[in-house]
């Protein structure tokens, strides 16, 4: 028998190729365990960086809020053996209406927000979740910040109260609340309706003094408007927020004031005010074009524009407060009645010169009728006499009186025509003195009564 030799190559080539497919199975093997490792991770971080809220529900949340507030004294403030606590404010103004000169006053309606902090509250975000909610204000310690001008005022509370508080982990406290206050504020109506008024918003603590908490305002738009807050009659021009100290017998007390600038909007008053009335001092004109003759016509003119002015005048000054100073609006109302009654003046002058003229009229026909009386007697030489001076004869009486009729009646037109020019030129430099004074920023100091 030939012995036949094993064949080595083949069993070597099977071998290889089975160790081969083992390995590619362990690396397999190894690149799902780290894949699965590495997503465990993330997840892991990610559950760590939401705070595992997961774990969050309404019994861990209720028993950690008793358990946080089971120690917590709201009759003391926070950082009580240390320094005062900062209470940082803003405030979202929404509408600023019912400016009332009369009662010295306006409505504002903000949304005034405050913060601090209450080392107190810290908690671990991780753990712990406290939801925004207003109950908790009658648990906690909240500034007692009252306004000090302040008339009337009420929270609001549709649908629900408009109080926002949030606690940040951190124990840092925003306190938000809505409300609508009616303040005071002094106002200069020297140059009304030229005017602007500098109103004030002031708050300060009622009971802390300023060793305990301490108001600023926030360095970043520490008063916002709403983007369509718009006034009638005012344009807000600026606004300044200032940080004081109130000092009383009772104690310093910090305080905080907003100062804004008012502008009144002068076309409302143009329309029912200065317009009316400049057309009635040019109505009052026409009474120069009418014959003097004509007293009824002339009269009726120039009381009824007399009149009308007066009650202008009296209805604008019902919408001012009694005050001691001349106002703009009074200067003006009191020169239209002055320029009117000018004219009325003027007519009685006029007419005044128109009588001299009627009574030569009459002196000549009393004269004629005299001589008639005494054509057939001895008395013409007195009635001659009874004539004027410089008349010797009954003609030249009557030459005398035509001559003097004359002469009142061309006085009486010259004093007319006269008046066409002198007051409308009055008129105008009044107006170009006028103007400029009250709609500058400043004013002749001896119309301001201080």
């Not at 005017?195 to 009971?207: A, T």
Request: with cysteine.
């Amino acid at each position: 028998m030939i012995a036949r030799k094993p064949r080595q190559g083949k069993n070597t080539y099977g071998d290889n190729s089975y160790s081969k497919r083992e390995n590619q199975r362990l690396w397999s093997i190894l690149l799902l365990l780290l894949t699965l490792a590495v997503h465990g991770v993330s997840t892991d971080a990610n559950t760590e960086e939401d705070g595992d809220h997961s774990s969050h529900n309404v019994t861990s949340t209720s028993t950690f809020l008793n358990t946080l507030l089971k120690t917590y004294d709201k009759r003391i403030r926070p950082n009580f053996d240390g320094d005062p606590v900062n209470v940082t404010v803003d405030m979202l103004i929404s509408r600023i209406d019912n400016i009332n000169e009369v009662t010295m006053d306006y409505g504002i309606t903000i949304v005034l927000r405050q913060t601090w902090v209450d080392t107190r509250l810290e908690y671990n975000a991780v753990k712990q979740h406290i939801p925004p909610t207003s109950e908790l204000l009658e648990r906690i310690w909240v500034p007692d910040m009252f306004f000090t001008n302040e008339k009337d005022s009420h929270f609001h509370d549709q649908t629900r109260d408009n109080v926002l508080l949030r606690i940040s982990p951190s124990g840092e406290i925003l306190y938000s609340t809505r409300l609508t206050l009616t303040v005071a504020c002094h106002m200069q109506l020297s140059r009304f309706p030229m005017d602007e008024q500098h109103c004030k918003l002031k708050m300060e603590s009622y009971s802390y003094t300023v060793d305990e908490p301490v108001f600023v305002w926030t360095d970043y738009r520490p008063v916002q408007h709403e983007d369509d807050l718009e006034l009638q009659q005012f344009d807000i021009l600026e606004n300044e927020t200032i940080e004081i100290v109130h000092m009383y017998h009772t104690g310093n007390f910090s305080a905080l004031e907003l100062h804004y600038t008012l502008h009144r909007k002068l076309g409302y008053y143009i329309i029912s005010t200065f317009l009316p009335s400049s057309l009635l001092v040019v109505l009052s004109w026409v009474s120069f074009w009418i014959n003097p003759e004509a007293a009824p016509a002339r009269v009726a003119l120039c009381i009824t524009t007399v009149l009308t002015i007066t009650t202008m005048a009296i209805a604008v000054r019902d919408d001012l407060p009694k005050v001691s100073y001349v106002t703009a609006v009074d200067v003006w109302m009191s020169s239209c009645l002055f320029f009117v009654f000018g004219s009325l003046v003027e007519f009685a002058f006029v007419n005044f010169v128109s009588s001299l003229r009627k009574n030569e009229k009459k002196k000549k026909t009393d004269l004629k009728i005299n001589v008639e009386k005494t054509k057939d007697g001895n008395d013409l030489a007195d009635a001659v006499e009874k004539c004027l001076p410089q008349a010797i004869n009954i003609e030249k009486c009557e030459r005398c009186g035509t001559h003097a009729s004359r002469y009142w009646r061309k006085r009486a037109l010259f004093v007319d025509k006269v008046a066409r020019i002198v007051f409308p030129l009055l008129y105008f430099i009044f107006n170009i003195m006028f103007w400029p004074i009250y709609l500058r920023e400043g004013m002749p100091s001896w119309l301001i009564n201080d």
